[in-house]
């Protein structure tokens, strides 16, 4: 079955660049939607946005001024950058895979996630 | 965009039912998802479509909704299934969460 791993430092610096990836194994990333949701400390779930396998990309309006999610198919890993950091960046940020479609009503959610990372902005 | 408004917390004896509500004027147009997470773990899909739950999900999680309010029911509640619990939707340009309700099993 899939299964999803984060990576990436546990500490960015204040206006510094976050990146972090996310491996999948036991299957392919081909032919799925690939996501990036995070929730701050004491907070409810944000999601940040996603990407198809093909390489098109939905981000939440909020972030999309600083997000980018790109796909490396050959390594079946995806990334996320998000620019310009600030402590109300601090969160866990988990990866996950969606599933969707929009022929009839609309439906999207995400079946399988990663355990996640904690990211702390601080200098 | 849209609104998600769950009860921070919920408290239940084991054996009792718990439900946890999310609120959201989009909800009658658009599915309902719910996640299970606990600390530790990666989340979990526990209802999916509003009221359909995934291969593997005990029977005892259930998905209701009505007019502006979804509601996931926990029937006979055991301590394993304190955690928190994530409402969600998407329509065609984001997704949405819930602010989350922790369950605590007294």
């Known amino acids: 079955q899939v299964q999803l791993q984060e990576s990436g430092p546990g500490v960015v610096e204040p206006s510094e660049t976050l990146s972090l990836s996310c491996t999948v194994s036991?299957?392919?990333?081909?032919?799925?939607?690939w996501n990036w949701i995070r929730q701050p400390p004491g907070k409810g779930m944000e999601w940040i946005g996603f990407i198809y396998y093909t390489g098109s990309t939905n981000y939440n309006a909020s972030l999309k001024s600083r997000v980018t999610i790109s796909v490396d198919r050959s390594r079946d890993q995806f990334s996320l950058k998000l620019t310009s950091v600030t402590a109300a960046d601090t969160a866990m940020y988990f990866c996950a895979r969606g599933t969707g479609a929009s022929s009839g009503v609309y439906y999207y959610y995400m079946d399988v996630w990663g355990k996640g990372t904690t990211v702390t902005v601080s200098s | 965009s849209h609104e998600l408004t769950q009860p921070p917390s919920v408290s239940v004896s084991p054996g009792q039912t718990a439900r946890i509500t999310c609120s959201g004027d989009a909800l009658p147009k658009h599915y309902a998802y719910w996640y299970q997470h606990k600390p530790g773990q990666a989340p979990v899909l526990i209802i999916y479509?509003?009221?359909e739950r995934p291969s593997g999900i005990p029977e005892r999680f259930s998905g209701s909704t009505s007019g502006t309010t979804v509601t996931l029911t926990i029937s006979g509640v055991q301590a394993e299934d304190e955690a928190d619990y994530h409402c969600q939707l998407a329509d065609s340009r984001s997704v949405v969460f819930g602010g989350g309700t922790k369950l605590t099993v007294l």
């Open positions: 036991g299957g392919s990333i081909s032919g799925d939607y």
């Open positions: 479509k509003d009221s």
